[in-house]
């Protein structure tokens, strides 16, 4: 069974400060990795994914992720963060070859921008 | 635009009810999960279904049952609530035809439950 490992609980930035925000999953075959985030009082959506091809993914409000298969890492990183952005971001991690339609996710990282 | 409805977002039951919890989809998705979140744990998947009449137990489905009768709509059923029950449950649906949407999930709002 696959498991996703986010390293960090709680990270708190300034304005226009670079995040990254670290994300390990442990699962042998192909897999397909996931950032959801979680804006205060609302539901959690996609902010971007790797399926395939190239390992830099861009997703909405300018954040990116780096797939890096021999470090079994997915990093979201945003060179300049907003206040809006003060969120909880979750990754996940779908094994299909494993023919499974389960999302197993990490256990959260906060993000609080102070303006 | 896509909607995921869980039919209560704040619930107060007491020990030894019986609690349902109610989720509709309008994307004719076959994928329907229910998960429950609780801080410093994440999301934990409690069961999921994959078709109509058809359940798979997730990583935490002691004490829950679930229901798919139709299509856009899964039920998750606490026979006996109890107090570690407490906690936020979230609806999810999502897509089954292509490996490339896996995992990709469309939440409600949740549904936030206390027991006491």
């Known amino acids: 069974a696959q498991s996703v490992s986010q390293h960090n609980h709680h990270v708190i930035l300034s304005e226009a400060a670079s995040l990254e925000l670290g994300c390990n999953y442990s699962y042998g075959g192909t897999v397909n990795l996931f950032w959801y985030v979680q804006y205060p009082g609302q539901h959690l959506q996609l902010l971007l994914k790797y399926f395939s091809g190239d390992p830099l993914v861009k997703g909405i409000k300018g954040f990116e992720a780096e797939f890096i298969k021999s470090k079994f890492s997915f990093n979201l990183r945003k060179p300049s963060v907003q206040w809006s952005d003060t969120a909880e971001y979750f990754c996940?991690?779908?094994?299909?070859?494993?023919?499974?339609?389960?999302?197993?996710f990490g256990k959260g990282t906060k993000l609080s921008v102070i303006p | 635009d896509v909607k995921v409805t869980q039919s209560s977002r704040y619930l107060v039951k007491r020990t030894g009810e019986k609690v349902f919890l109610e989720c509709v989809q309008d994307?004719?998705?076959?994928?329907m999960f229910w998960y429950r979140q609780d801080p410093g744990l994440g999301l934990r998947l409690i069961y999921f279904s994959y078709d109509v009449k058809m359940k798979e137990k997730g990583d935490i489905p002691e004490g829950y049952s679930v229901s798919r009768e139709k299509k856009e709509r899964f039920s998750l059923i606490l026979e006996s609530a109890s107090t570690n029950q407490t906690s936020m449950y979230l609806c999810?649906?999502?897509?089954?035809?292509?490996?490339?949407?896996?995992?990709?999930?469309?939440f409600g709002e949740g549904s936030r439950l206390t027991v006491l």
């Open positions: 994307m004719d998705h076959e994928n």
């Open positions: 999810a649906s999502s897509f089954a035809g292509l490996a490339e949407r896996a995992g990709e999930l469309f």
């Open positions: 996940a991690v779908n094994a299909p070859g494993a023919g499974s339609y389960q999302l197993t």
